[in-house]
């Protein structure tokens, strides 16, 4: 008879006949397997939320980091289904489920084949039954902690050590702000512990350990140890420039930045921002911005900006009145008194296609607007240049519902169709893209931008495209794993490289400059009065800007965990990049005539540190050792 401890997993059932493990429903984790004979693992899918308006990927990796397998789910599958086989091998697979997912993923495979799975940590990470049971083990002398977070379904962990029986009891409660969760630590041993984990109640689930492995099995016999065997990177450098690099930048307050925050934000060194105006702020006084908006050109040297026009309290959905008609003459002459210094460009309103229950709304107050715009011919000549429709989220629908007909894509569509002529920029957000190995989509989305609005003869998009607000979460719904760490350094970089692979986008914004209370997602973190510090998404961001040049250069790359981007700029050439992965990666880089000339190699780690690292010039062809989750750049004189 099989073990009951089989029949109790998370979503899981035997098949005698088949003898096939069963997990489900998965929305965003990691599932590792090893297989000690030849199996398939087959994913099945079913909508679970807006699924019609989402496209969504999933990816199997070998055992040495490699992609082995990726399914582009087509937002019109809302159900079904992707097989692949597993080879025999001492190091395991990787199946990503990548969240924010829309669909609810059950996977099956051999029972023999040994799995764990790795929740994400805050956000949910599966849908579960009352009941369901995993197990995980904490090694000798390992300060292991439980957490998990109420998300309206599971409302308690049990913990019972097999060992003795001990048991602990985690209640989740429910709380006002998304990154506040419940932990309790486990007894420190001396031996290694084995623990049952039952999930009380049903519905979304959030559950994972600290101090020690955070994964989890369904019989006890599953928890082995997990084996990453080291990867291989082969890059090829071509001569051939894409295109440029997009302007880096943030979101920046509706305040004049207080002294004691300039040296972080020259650290920071934003070359484009993202403003709001509130309409009913200068409508009431029209120069209310001016101060801060002359010294974000002036003393930050910002030349390239967006401005979303919305009102105060976060009013979205401007309407074609006096008010929003008064503010945006207030922001017009603002910008013309600026002195035609840069390029402003002007959006509407703040995520359309999320807060205008149609489209035609969204559509009379552009026509209005952009008639007022262009009105005046010295609005152009100071810079002004109109984008829309500044969408949460572009490819992809926005969090509401009836999401599918509001795409910012389909809605952007619509928009050139009727008014091209109006139109000088695209621009979008987006959100919820948490996972490291899913921001390609970055690039992929930009990709779609620059298909719509077509390319000019030199290959160049015909508007410009603004990916002018972007992070890992939308809102507040933020983690402090993801926000606080040398995560958010790896994501970021990994977007940045992305994002500008085929050098067709114009200005790429992190949101936002500085934590708020409500929205601790900044780049600095506010500890304190007139005190302010980077975060390591912040010292990340200054160590790309060290290493940023202005072209970006033709690259080959046969890696899945290691991003990189090859950039020239008058004599100099880099290589900019990230090992997303935790394997060492052997990376061998062809095209850099061999030996460099004043070459360097620079590393930035967890430590939030930037060193020098070796590399080897050897028949032709740059090679070093990349750590894992480690950001690199590699620069040289081209002459």
Same mark, same amino acid.
């Given at each position: 008879?099989?073990?009951?401890?089989?029949?109790? &997993?998370?979503?899981?059932?035997?098949?005698?006949?088949?003898?096939?493990?069963?997990?489900?429903?998965?929305?965003?984790?990691?599932?590792?397997?090893?297989?000690?004979?030849?199996?398939?693992?087959?994913?099945?899918?079913?909508?679970?939320?807006?699924?019609?308006?989402?496209?969504?990927?999933?990816?199997?990796?070998?055992?040495? %980091?490699?992609?082995?397998?990726?399914?582009?789910?087509?937002?019109?599958?809302?159900?079904?289904?992707?097989?692949?086989?597993?080879?025999?091998?001492?190091?395991?697979?990787?199946?990503?489920?990548?969240?924010?997912?829309?669909?609810?993923?059950?996977?099956?495979?051999?029972?023999?084949?040994?799995?764990?799975?790795?929740?994400?940590?805050?956000?949910?990470?599966?849908?579960?039954?009352?009941?369901?049971? +995993?197990?995980?083990?904490?090694?000798?002398?390992?300060?292991?902690?439980?957490?998990?977070?109420?998300?309206?379904?599971?409302?308690?962990?049990?913990?019972?050590?097999?060992?003795?029986?001990?048991?602990?009891?985690?209640?989740?409660?429910?709380?006002?702000?998304?990154?506040?969760?419940? =932990?309790?630590?486990?007894?420190?041993?001396?031996?290694?512990?084995?623990?049952?984990?039952?999930?009380?109640?049903?519905?979304?689930?959030?559950?994972?350990?600290?101090?020690?492995?955070?994964?989890?099995?369904?019989?006890?016999?599953? +928890?082995?140890?997990?084996?990453?065997?080291? &990867?291989?990177?082969?890059?090829?450098?071509?001569?051939?420039?894409?295109?440029?690099?997009?302007?880096?930048?943030?979101?920046?307050?509706?305040?004049?930045?207080?002294?004691?925050?300039?040296?972080? +934000?020259?650290?920071?060194?934003?070359?484009?921002?993202?403003?709001?105006?509130? @309409?009913?702020?200068?409508?009431?006084?029209?120069?209310?911005?001016?101060?801060?908006?002359?010294?974000?050109?002036?003393?930050? %040297?910002?030349?390239?900006?967006?401005?979303?026009?919305?009102?105060? =309290?976060?009013?979205?959905?401007?309407?074609?009145?006096?008010?929003?008609?008064?503010? +945006?003459?207030?922001?017009?002459?603002?910008?013309?008194?600026?002195?035609?210094?840069?390029?402003?460009?002007?959006?509407?309103?703040?995520?359309?296609?999320?807060?205008?229950?149609?489209?035609? =709304?969204?559509?009379?107050?552009?026509?209005?607007?952009?008639?007022? @715009?262009?009105?005046?011919?010295?609005?152009?000549?100071?810079?002004?240049?109109?984008?829309?429709?500044?969408?949460?989220?572009?490819?992809?629908?926005?969090?509401?519902?009836?999401?599918?007909?509001?795409?910012?894509?389909?809605?952007?569509?619509?928009?050139?169709?009727?008014?091209?002529?109006? #139109?000088?920029?695209?621009?979008?957000?987006?959100?919820?893209?948490?996972?490291?190995?899913?921001?390609?989509?970055?690039?992929?989305?930009?990709?779609?931008?620059?298909?719509?609005?077509?390319?000019?003869?030199? &290959?160049?998009?015909?508007?410009?495209?603004?990916?002018?607000?972007?992070?890992?979460?939308?809102?507040?719904?933020?983690?402090?794993?993801?926000?606080?760490?040398?995560?958010?350094?790896?994501?970021?970089?990994? @977007?940045?490289?992305?994002?500008?692979?085929?050098?067709?986008?114009?200005?790429?914004?992190?949101?936002?400059?500085?934590?708020?209370?409500?929205?601790?997602? &900044?780049?600095?973190? #506010?500890?304190?009065?007139?005190?302010?510090?980077?975060?390591?998404?912040?010292?990340?961001?200054?160590?790309?800007?060290?290493?940023?040049?202005?072209?970006?250069?033709?690259?080959?790359?046969?890696?899945?965990? @290691?991003?990189?981007?090859?950039?020239?700029?008058?004599?100099?050439?880099?290589?900019?990049?990230?090992?997303?992965?935790?394997?060492?990666?052997?990376?061998?880089?062809?095209?850099?005539?061999?030996?460099?000339?004043?070459?360097?190699?620079?590393?930035?780690?967890?430590?939030?540190?930037?060193?020098?690292?070796?590399?080897?010039?050897?028949?032709?062809?740059?090679?070093?050792?990349?750590?894992?989750?480690?950001?690199?750049?590699?620069?040289?004189?081209?002459?």
């Amino acid at each position: 008879m099989r073990s009951l401890a089989l029949l109790l &997993g998370l979503g899981l059932s035997l098949d005698a006949f088949a003898a096939a493990m069963r997990w489900g429903d998965i929305r965003d984790g990691s599932l590792y397997l090893q297989a000690d004979r030849p199996d398939t693992l087959t994913v099945r899918w079913a909508p679970a939320w807006q699924a019609d308006a989402n496209e969504e990927h999933l990816y199997l990796l070998d055992g040495q %980091g490699k992609l082995q397998g990726e399914r582009l789910i087509a937002a019109s599958e809302t159900r079904g289904s992707q097989s692949w086989p597993l080879a025999p091998g001492a190091a395991s697979y990787r199946l990503e489920i990548p969240g924010y997912s829309f669909r609810n993923y059950r996977v099956e495979h051999d029972e023999r084949t040994v799995a764990l799975f790795a929740p994400a940590k805050v956000h949910f990470c599966a849908e579960t039954r009352d009941g369901d049971t +995993l197990y995980f083990k904490v090694a000798p002398g390992e300060r292991a902690i439980l957490a998990g977070k109420f998300h309206g379904g599971v409302d308690a962990l049990q913990a019972q050590r097999v060992g003795d029986g001990q048991v602990l009891t985690l209640k989740l409660l429910p709380y006002p702000a998304y990154w506040q969760f419940d =932990q309790v630590s486990l007894p420190v041993s001396d031996r290694e512990q084995l623990w049952r984990l039952r999930l009380q109640g049903s519905g979304k689930a959030a559950f994972w350990l600290d101090g020690t492995a955070n994964l989890f099995a369904q019989a006890p016999g599953q +928890l082995k140890p997990l084996r990453e065997d080291d &990867g291989q990177t082969r890059l090829t450098l071509h001569d051939k420039v894409l295109g440029r690099t997009p302007d880096l930048g943030v979101a920046l307050p509706y305040v004049l930045p207080p002294p004691a925050s300039h040296a972080v +934000l020259d650290a920071l060194k934003p070359a484009a921002a993202s403003y709001y105006s509130f @309409v009913d702020v200068t409508a009431k006084n029209p120069h209310f911005e001016d101060v801060f908006r002359q010294a974000y050109q002036e003393r930050f %040297g910002i030349r390239q900006d967006i401005t979303l026009l919305a009102g105060s =309290q976060r009013q979205a959905d401007l309407r074609a009145d006096t008010q929003s008609n008064g503010g +945006l003459d207030a922001w017009l002459a603002g910008t013309r008194a600026l002195g035609g210094k840069g390029t402003h460009y002007i959006g509407f309103a703040d995520e359309p296609n999320l807060n205008y229950a149609s489209y035609e =709304q969204y559509r009379a107050i552009f026509a209005s607007m952009a008639r007022q @715009v262009r009105s005046d011919p010295a609005n152009a000549a100071a810079g002004v240049r109109i984008a829309m429709p500044a969408s949460s989220r572009l490819v992809n629908g926005p969090f509401a519902d009836h999401a599918a007909d509001k795409r910012g894509l389909d809605w952007a569509r619509r928009l050139l169709d009727e008014s091209a002529a109006q #139109v000088d920029a695209l621009a979008w957000h987006e959100w919820m893209i948490r996972d490291l190995l899913a921001t390609r989509t970055y690039r992929d989305s930009v990709q779609r931008a620059a298909q719509l609005v077509g390319l000019d003869a030199h &290959g160049a998009p015909r508007k410009a495209l603004l990916l002018d607000q972007t992070n890992l979460s939308s809102g507040s719904s933020l983690s402090p794993y993801d926000q606080d760490t040398h995560y958010a350094s790896l994501w970021w970089a990994s @977007v940045v490289i992305n994002a500008s692979q085929d050098g067709l986008l114009t200005m790429l914004n992190w949101f936002q400059a500085a934590d708020e209370p409500q929205y601790p997602k &900044g780049m600095i973190r #506010v500890p304190g009065d007139d005190r302010f510090e980077l975060k390591p998404v912040g010292l990340a961001q200054q160590f790309i800007r060290q290493h940023w040049l202005h072209q970006v250069l033709w690259l080959d790359n046969d890696a899945f965990e @290691v991003d990189a981007l090859a950039m020239a700029g008058d004599d100099q050439r880099s290589l900019l990049g990230v090992n997303k992965g935790t394997r060492l990666q052997r990376v061998d880089l062809s095209g850099a005539k061999c030996p460099l000339n004043n070459g360097a190699l620079r590393y930035f780690g967890a430590d939030n540190r930037s060193r020098d690292a070796p590399f080897r010039c050897q028949d032709g062809r740059v090679r070093f050792d990349l750590p894992g989750q480690t950001l690199f750049a590699l620069r040289w004189s081209a002459s």
